[in-house]
């Protein structure tokens, strides 16, 4: 392979990966729109340096892709340059989550990965928000003696 086709090559394969511009960035007015609405935002931390961040990067931008009318709103905010807002919800680490209903604060989560992880976590947000209690995960069935 010549030095041309390999970065020819590299570039398509870097052209293929999913880009961030699928999640928002995190705007004020776009919040206050939310919140006016009462919807649950699922606010996203991101570095640039952080790898942990484009694995969750992939995962969002499905359930993003997936929509619908119960999946939250995800926004994406620069862990870098959001000082205030890291100080105001206690986020010390980028890839972290913090889950939102009408501008309220309903918890956080560092390092979540994978997308059961993701979505557990946003549900039992959801489900604490309104009041009821966490959901239990399925006991295994096992055969009477």
Do not use: H, N
């Not at 694995?55 to 969002?60: A, G, K, Y």
């Not at 890291?86 to 889950?99: D, E, H, K, N, Q």
Request: charged share 30%; aromatic share 4%.
């Amino acid at each position: 392979m010549t030095v041309m086709t390999r970065l020819l090559a590299g570039f398509l394969l870097g052209a293929a990966l999913p880009a961030s511009a699928l999640i928002p960035a995190l705007r004020p007015e776009r919040m206050d729109e939310l919140k006016a609405k009462g919807r649950v935002v699922l606010v996203y931390f991101t570095s640039q340096t952080c790898s942990l961040c484009r694995q969750q990067e992939e995962v969002l931008d499905r359930l993003q892709r997936e929509g619908g009318k119960t999946a939250p709103a995800i926004l994406q905010a620069d862990f870098d340059s959001e000082g205030e807002l890291r100080r105001s919800w206690g986020v010390s680490a980028p890839g972290t989550l913090v889950l939102l209903r009408a501008g309220a604060f309903i918890d956080k989560s560092t390092g979540l990965v994978s997308e059961d992880d993701i979505r557990q976590f946003v549900r039992d947000g959801v489900s604490r928000s309104r009041g009821r209690p966490r959901a239990r995960s399925p006991r295994p069935v096992r055969p009477k003696r």
